[in-house]
């Protein structure tokens, strides 16, 4: 079984290295949990409003090192209650790729992402093919390739379920 393809509008394009996700909703509201209300907060300071701009399937696009710093998971909550369906980047900070291939969403590492495609572009993240396209004028940029662990994650729907599955795999294992 291979992961689905992603195919959406970029809606955010992050074009500075070592973003740190805490800003999408704001340090001084991360530790809310009311998913609704952090929505609502997601890039506000940059652009008020643009919780109400996301269509479900949207994609967002990042730099080098995305996902900086501690990894707090109010940000990316929040993205996904809005319809987020992934972050294709030049690369990612390893605790914030860990933490949201876990969560079972999807990060795609692109280098040369940046110059590749910008706000509103359509875009399609074909992991079969290992590969990204820009849907409006047809060029193509190879992704780096997701280990089997992690393609495994993701098709499972994150980590728990993965190791569900893999456990009942096991002969003798009980649920």
Not at 3 to 31: M, Q, T
Not at 57 to 75: E, I, M, Q, S, T
Not at 105 to 120: D, H
Request: hydrophobic share 40%; net charge neutral.
């Amino acid at each position: 079984m291979s992961l689905p393809s992603l195919r959406g509008r970029v809606a955010w394009v992050y074009d500075e290295d070592d973003y740190d996700i805490d800003l999408i909703i704001g340090v001084r509201n991360i530790k809310i949990t009311d998913v609704k209300e952090l929505a609502a907060l997601v890039m506000a300071d940059r652009e008020p409003g643009f919780a109400s701009t996301v269509r479900p399937g949207d994609l967002l696009v990042g730099g080098r090192n995305f996902g900086y710093g501690h990894p707090h998971y109010p940000a990316m909550r929040a993205m996904r209650h809005l319809g987020i369906a992934g972050v294709v980047a030049e690369s990612f900070s390893p605790g914030f790729h860990r933490g949201e291939i876990s969560m079972g969403f999807p990060l795609a590492t692109c280098p040369g992402i940046l110059a590749f495609a910008k706000r509103g572009d359509e875009i399609k993240v074909d992991w079969a093919a290992g590969q990204v396209l820009h849907l409006g004028n047809g060029q193509v940029l190879p992704l780096q390739p997701l280990s089997a662990a992690e393609r495994q994650t993701l098709q499972a729907g994150g980590l728990v379920p993965y190791l569900k599955q893999r456990l009942a795999l096991k002969p003798g294992a009980q649920p």
